[in-house]
């Protein structure tokens, strides 16, 4: 393909301290040099995209910048045997949408080494309905499960339970038999939480901060997609032997707790990182969503959008008001 090429892209310039995403006219030759070329048919909408679409550095280092961590299309051109032309592929996480150009632009080019082949009879609006958020939750439930989690075991928790990651982490914990309680903010989405196999519903308020150290156990295992004071709140909480896999950091970084949950219960605290994991653990993840993990209720509920709404649709990421999975389509 010519380089010089156009292309629509929504990137994200400073003006005046502000920052601000349009719609702009780019070139093949602009993008990084990158064994392979992707045209992008779908990206997935994240909260680390909202945070590198508000000017956040510790994302995104320089502007103007297009977003986009998720991205799936078809091989235009490949200098590495592992990847052909027309081939279809899933790239997530590793620095994409980052300080790569990302899948908010038509085109991307990365390395061989982050191009996922599509699993077979999959389709790539399905697989950004997942996107790295999906991906997330497969890891999280993976450690969790590896951890010996067990639906016998009692109840296990979601926080975020309506965001991106957390939804997708309860229909597949409800999948696989668990009885999941849903923690949110959000009253008026208990029907949605519910259609995803969450047995209970209780608001973010069971995990206000306390001084006692310990509580009374309420759950065998969790996932928490929040981290900050109600992670510190849910590990009083955990059953002795259970398991909670942590991923975000919406509700803060900081994770200030004691020591006891794990010297006198026992509880294991498993990180997850979604983004530089090798290969193989994210292929191995794509073949559980794309086969016996996967979510229709997810699917169904999957709202899909133009460039032109992005900016709606990123802004309330940050207000902690996005509900499910928002993909980008490029026809639109
Ligand atoms: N480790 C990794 O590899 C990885 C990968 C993907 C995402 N993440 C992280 O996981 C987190 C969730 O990502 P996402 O894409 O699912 O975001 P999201 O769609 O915005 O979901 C986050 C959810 O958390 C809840 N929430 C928001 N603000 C909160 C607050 N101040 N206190 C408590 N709960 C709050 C809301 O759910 P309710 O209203 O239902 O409570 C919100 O929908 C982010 O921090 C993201 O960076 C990490």
Redesign the pocket.
């Known amino acids: 393909m010519a380089e010089d090429t156009q292309f629509k892209a929504w990137q994200v310039s400073e003006q005046d301290g502000e920052f601000r995403g349009e719609e702009v006219t780019r070139k093949v030759a602009d993008l990084p040099e990158h064994d392979v070329l992707i045209k992008v048919h779908y990206s997935s909408l994240?909260?680390?995209d909202?945070?590198s679409a508000s000017g956040n550095r510790a994302v995104t280092r320089e502007y103007p910048h297009t977003p986009g961590i998720d991205a799936f299309g078809d091989v235009v051109s490949s200098a590495d045997d592992r990847i052909k032309v027309g081939q279809h592929v899933i790239v997530t996480?590793y620095d994409l949408g980052m300080n790569t150009d990302g899948g908010f632009g038509e085109y991307i080019r990365v390395p061989a080494a982050w191009c996922v082949p599509m699993p077979d009879g999959w389709d790539g609006l399905k697989a950004m309905t997942y996107g790295?958020?999906g991906?997330?939750a497969g890891?999280c439930v993976s450690k969790i499960l590896m951890a010996g989690a067990k639906p016998e075991q009692g109840k296990v928790a979601v926080?975020?339970?309506?965001?991106?990651?957390?939804s997708v982490c309860v229909e597949l914990l409800a999948g696989l038999g668990f009885d999941v309680v849903?923690?949110?903010?959000?009253a008026d989405?208990q029907s949605l939480l519910n259609e995803l196999g969450a047995q209970e519903v209780v608001g973010?308020e069971t995990l206000t901060p306390g001084n006692r150290p310990l509580l009374k156990p309420a759950y065998a295992n969790a996932i928490d997609?929040?981290?900050?004071a109600?992670l510190a709140e849910l590990l009083k909480q955990i059953q002795p032997g259970g398991s909670v896999a942590c991923?975000?950091?919406?509700?803060g970084a900081q994770l200030e707790t004691t020591v006891l949950p794990f010297i006198l219960r026992g509880v294991n605290l498993l990180g997850?990182?979604?983004?530089e994991i090798p290969l193989e653990d994210k292929v191995a993840v794509w073949e559980m969503l794309s086969g016996e993990w996967a979510c229709p209720v997810t699917e169904q509920h999957r709202r899909t959008i133009g460039r032109a709404e992005l900016a709606g649709s990123l802004s309330s990421?940050l207000k902690?008001?996005?509900?499910g999975k928002v993909v980008l389509d490029h026809s639109l």
Request: hydrophobic letters at 40%; glycine letters at 20%.
């Open positions: 994240n909260y680390k909202a945070l996480g790295t958020a991906l997330t890891l926080t975020g339970a309506t965001g991106a990651v957390g849903a923690i949110s903010g959000k989405q973010r997609t929040v981290g900050g109600p991923c975000g950091l919406v509700a997850v990182d979604s983004v990421f902690g008001e996005s509900v």
